[in-house]
């Protein structure tokens, strides 16, 4: 079993920044890629960003890219995004999710999930 714990989630206006966080405990983090999801309010779950194990691979959402930037601590166990130049669009709860090895973008490939945070995005 793998626990995640999503933090940094708030309230900001176009053009801030924040920085999401997502602390692992359970099994050996470094043998688990990680993902960053969100789901805005009557909209399905999509794909953020993901990183693999040891970090050297990362892949994003076109939405996202140059935006967004996922990277890991192996050592601290946490995973984080940090997300620049938001907009309204960006509005959703995100989530955090681990799978074992491969990294992948498909939200049915992770095997946990963290409970969300929310990011909210004001014009």
């Known amino acids: 079993q793998v626990q995640l714990v999503e933090s940094g989630g708030g309230r900001v206006q176009t053009g801030d920044s924040l920085r999401l966080s997502c602390a692992a405990s359970?099994?050996?983090?470094?043998?688990?890629?990680m993902g960053w999801f969100r789901q805005a309010p009557g909209k399905e779950q999509e794909f953020v960003a993901a990183?693999?194990?040891?970090?050297?691979?990362?892949f994003y959402a076109d939405s996202v890219k140059g935006r967004f930037t996922i990277s890991r601590d192996n050592a601290k166990k946490t995973v984080y995004l940090q997300m620049n130049s938001l907009k309204p669009e960006d509005t959703a709860v995100y989530y955090c999710?681990?799978?074992?090895?491969?990294?992948?973008?498909?939200?049915?490939?992770?095997?946990?999930w963290g409970q969300g945070t929310q990011v909210t995005v004001s014009s």
């Open positions: 999710a681990a799978r074992f090895l491969g990294v992948r973008v498909a939200r049915g490939e992770y095997d946990y």
């Open positions: 359970g099994r050996t983090f470094s043998d688990y890629a």
């Open positions: 990183i693999s194990t040891s970090g050297a691979s990362t």
